[in-house]
């Protein structure tokens, strides 16, 4: 790997573990889930990141992809199994990381436990020349031992310059993909555990958009609101952003229209089909002989 992108990467990952950290100490039950995530936002930005997407904020059955929106009122209660999920870029060097924060009784705990054993576990599976399922034959030995499920439609990932989510996929089960890692490649590893289905859907309405193609637009409130949207590098952004510049009807008028012209994909939150609580444990990695962990914290 380029000596440069490492020290970006490197850079990027001390300020996504602080921030993690940082808003893990802010999610208590009567906090307010808008709060905390443009606290955290700020966070990043002020100790010279960039937001490689916005907080993802889930709880309990939803398993990724919750988003705060523009005026959100909900608070933590108590009781609530909560993931934290990060993004941080230095000139587009994507780190991603998330944390599960248990609000509830002490049994969940061992929710808590299995994704991050799952995860500690399939990075010590990680080289050059591994099949990616044997990263997933980790995690899902860890977590069923533990008597959970994995959810097994989630993956982690690969990471590319201005992109979070890029091949290869890194099952959380043994699919048997025998896909190879190499060196000085960059992944995320980001294990689901389960108490419901171990499957999970996509909720109808989305926080979350990413663009997916360059067209012609006609509306001029579409094409000032696009305008704002090239800001985030093709990099996942959120409503509440844009509602910082325009209007919420001009800027959900414009979401639906770039949506029905094919330039923009929503990325609605995720929920275990059977209800279950869902917790998360991930860290961006680069493959080599010894593994490099970038978003570890230092504590
Ligand atoms: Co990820």
Not at 18 to 42: C, F, H, M, N, Q
Not at 98 to 114: F, Q
Not at 131 to 139: D, L, M, P, Q, R
Request: include cysteine; aromatic fraction near 6%; proline fraction near 5%.
């Amino acid at each position: 790997m380029d000596p440069d992108v490492r020290e970006k990467l490197r850079k990027a990952g001390k300020i996504n573990a602080e921030a993690r950290e940082y808003g893990k100490g802010l999610i208590k039950t009567g906090a307010s889930l808008l709060d905390v995530s443009d606290k955290v936002e700020a966070f990043i930005l002020k100790h010279g990141g960039g937001l490689a997407f916005p907080t993802q904020i889930s709880r309990n059955d939803q398993a990724a992809h919750n988003c705060a929106a523009h005026e959100d009122k909900t608070l933590f209660q108590e009781g609530d199994i909560v993931k934290l999920d990060l993004g941080v870029h230095i000139d587009g060097q994507v780190v991603d990381s998330a944390t599960t924060i248990n609000l509830g009784e002490k049994k969940y705990d061992e929710l808590v436990k299995a994704s991050r054993e799952a995860l500690n576990n399939a990075i010590k599976t990680l080289g050059p020349g591994v099949a990616v399922t044997e990263v997933g034959k980790a995690i899902q030995e860890t977590i069923e031992s533990l008597g959970f499920k994995p959810v097994r439609n989630l993956c982690g990932h690969g990471i590319g310059h201005y992109i979070v989510h890029a091949p290869p996929s890194i099952p959380n089960y043994n699919t048997g993909d025998q896909t190879k890692l190499h060196d000085g490649q960059l992944i995320a590893i980001e294990p689901f555990a389960s108490t419901g289905a171990g499957l999970i859907y996509e909720a109808t309405e989305a926080e979350v958009f990413m663009m997916v193609g360059k067209k012609p637009v006609r509306s001029m409130i579409t094409r000032n609101v696009l305008k704002e949207i090239d800001t985030f590098h093709g990099l996942p952004f959120t409503t509440r952003w844009l509602a910082i510049k325009f209007s919420l009807p001009q800027v959900n008028f414009a979401l639906r229209d770039l949506q029905n012209i094919g330039i923009l994909r929503a990325y609605p939150p995720l929920i275990d089909k059977a209800h279950g609580l869902v917790s998360q444990a991930e860290h961006s990695i680069i493959v080599g002989e010894k593994p490099e962990v970038l978003t570890r914290s230092r504590e």
